[in-house]
Nanobody
């Protein structure tokens, strides 16, 4: 059973950067599509970044494209989310996910516990 544990959240000023990490255990994350969702206060969870296992391609929501980067370290069985030029609207709980279907991040099969990111203005 795949388990995901996020780290790296915190409080940052607008314009700053954070890097979130998601360490996987129990299975090889390389065979799963890996994604990052976030849930802002009062809003539904939204998919913001996806890394396909089939060809290594990535997808981003329009809200974060150009500012966030999803990447993997296969040796460490870890996926990252580098977040730059953070805005107060980026505030929320960030969740790491994994999906059996290697090129699809929607409808994930596994979720981490979430890590809080707060961006102050």
């Amino acid at each position: 059973q795949l388990q995901l544990v996020e780290s790296g959240g915190g409080l940052v000023q607008a314009g700053g950067s954070l890097r979130l990490s998601c360490a996987a255990s129990g299975s090889d994350l390389n065979y799963f599509a890996a994604g990052w969702y976030r849930q802002a206060p009062g809003r539904d969870r939204e998919l913001i970044a996806c890394s396909r296992a089939t060809d290594g391609s990535t997808l981003y929501s329009t809200a974060v494209e150009g500012r966030f980067t999803i990447s993997r370290d296969n040796a460490k069985n870890t996926v990252y989310l580098q977040m730059n030029l953070l805005k107060p609207d980026d505030t929320g709980v960030y969740y790491c996910t994994a999906t059996y279907t290697p090129d699809v991040c929607s409808g994930p099969d596994f979720w981490g516990q979430g890590t809080q990111v707060t961006v102050s203005s």
